[in-house]
């Protein structure tokens, strides 16, 4: 058997849709670019067995990729895909505010942007983070 048939079925991840109000009203948003993936998205990771739940996994990916502690927000609709190893995946995501910390660019992510919603929706590559934000800036309203 390949290594397929060793992978686990499914993979759970969590991230989050961090924002702050703007000084002249509206809000903004983080996304960062993934260099080993060429593309701009989410923060976002894969469980791991110390993280205990999803929002701390959630949490501690932020924290990774963003240099940012953050506070959780509302849990947000889920995303499910097939990876790059042909499993299935499913991205549970919070927004979340910032209570402190700062980027510096990482093996995960070299650059990071708060960006209005419409830049945000512009710049992710993929269409399922555009639908978490759009639900994000709903329950931000």
Same mark, same amino acid.
């Given at each position: 058997m390949g290594e397929a048939a060793h992978l686990p079925p499914e993979v759970l991840a969590a991230g989050g849709v961090v924002w702050r109000a703007r000084a002249g009203g509206g =809000?903004? %948003? =983080?996304? %960062?670019?993934? #260099?080993?993936?060429? /593309?701009? $998205?989410?923060?976002?990771?894969?469980? +791991? #067995? /110390? /993280? !205990? $739940?999803?929002?701390? &996994?959630?949490?501690? +990916? =932020? @924290?990774?990729?963003? !240099?940012? /502690? &953050?506070?959780?927000? +509302? +849990?947000? #609709?889920?995303?499910?895909?097939?990876?790059?190893? !042909?499993?299935s995946k499913e991205v549970r995501f919070w927004t979340m505010t910032v209570l402190g910390g700062s980027f510096a660019p990482n093996d995960e992510a070299d650059e990071l942007r708060w =960006? $209005? #919603?419409?830049?945000?929706? @512009?710049q992710l590559s993929y269409a399922s983070e555009r639908e978490v934000v759009l639900a994000a800036l709903e329950g931000l309203a």
């Open positions: =809000v903004e %948003i =983080v996304v %960062i670019h993934r #260099p080993h993936r060429h /593309d701009w $998205s989410l923060p976002k990771g894969k469980l +791991e #067995p /110390d /993280d !205990g $739940s999803l929002a701390a &996994c959630a949490l501690r +990916e =932020v @924290a990774e990729e963003t !240099g940012l /502690d &953050c506070a959780l927000g +509302e +849990e947000l #609709p889920a995303t499910r895909y097939e990876d790059h190893k !042909g499993r =960006v $209005s #919603p419409t830049e945000a929706l @512009a």
